[in-house]
C-alpha cells in the first residue's frame, strides 16, 4: 500500500492546475475501516491521470490504484477500448462456426485489473445508480457470473473513455436507467407488434 503511495507521488503531474471534482457520495465520504488507505491516494490519482477515476461508482480509490500501476495512464497503447476488454481477457469468448453462436467458454485470467474490476462490479448490486440498475438487469438475465464479468468489461470501458479522451462521469440514477429500459421495451413491442400487422395503443393514465 504504501510503495503504492510513493509509486504515484513520484510520477510527472499532468493535472495542470486542475483542482479535484469534490466528492459529493454520502457512501464515499463514510470514515474508511480495515485496509482502506488513509492517506490521499485520491489525490495522488487525479495528479497523475488529471480525471478522478473513483467518480465511477464500484471504482474506489484501490481499484483505481490497481489499474494505473499495472496499465499506466497511457490508453493509446490500445488501438480502441475493444482493444483493452480484450487484453483484460473481459470480451465474450463465443465459439462460431458459418456466422453462427454455437457456444460459449471462458477466457481465464490472471490479470490483476480484470479481478479488481470484477470485484468492483460486484459491489454495484445494491448501487442506486445507472450502472447499479443496469447490473441487477444483468444479474437476472445473465447469472451472476455473466453479470459480472459484463459489468467488469463496462467499467474497463469507462475507464479507457476518461483516461483516453478526459471523458467525465456522472452518474444519471437507477430512475432513469429503469426509464430508459421501460421505453427500449416498448419500442421493441411497437416493433414486434408491426411485424405482424398489429399497432399497439399505450393505455391512458389513470
Known amino acids: 500500500m504504501l510503495k503504492n503511495a510513493l509509486y504515484l507521488q513520484q510520477r510527472e503531474d499532468r493535472s495542470q492546475g486542475a483542482c479535484l471534482p469534490e466528492e459529493k457520495r454520502k457512501e464515499r465520504l463514510k470514515k474508511k475501516k480495515g485496509n482502506a488507505p488513509q492517506f490521499g491516494l485520491r489525490a495522488d490519482l487525479f495528479r497523475m491521470t488529471c480525471t478522478d477515476l473513483t467518480q465511477i461508482d464500484g471504482i474506489d480509490v484501490m481499484t483505481a490504484t490497481t489499474i494505473l500501476s499495472e496499465a499506466g495512464w497511457d490508453m493509446s497503447k490500445w488501438k480502441t477500448e475493444d482493444h483493452f476488454v480484450s487484453w483484460l481477457r473481459l470480451c465474450p469468448d463465443n465459439r462460431i462456426s458459418g456466422d453462427k453462436i454455437i457456444g460459449k467458454g471462458r477466457l481465464p485470467t490472471n490479470n490483476r485489473i480484470s479481478i479488481a474490476l470484477k470485484m468492483a462490479a460486484s459491489t454495484l448490486l445494491l448501487s442506486s445508480t445507472y450502472i447499479g440498475a443496469q447490473f441487477r ?33 456522472v452518474d ?35
Open 137 to 169: 438487469r444483468l444479474r437476472t438475465k445473465l447469472g451472476a457470473p455473466g453479470a459480472i464479468k459484463a459489468m467488469a468489461a463496462k467499467l474497463a470501458r469507462l475507464v479507457y473513455r476518461m483516461l483516453r479522451y478526459g471523458m467525465k462521469y
Open 172 to 206: 444519471q440514477g437507477a430512475e432513469f436507467y429503469e426509464a430508459q429500459h421501460r421505453k427500449r421495451q416498448i419500442n421493441h413491442l411497437k416493433w414486434k407488434a408491426a411485424k405482424l400487422g398489429f399497432q399497439i395503443v399505450e393505455a391512458a393514465a389513470a
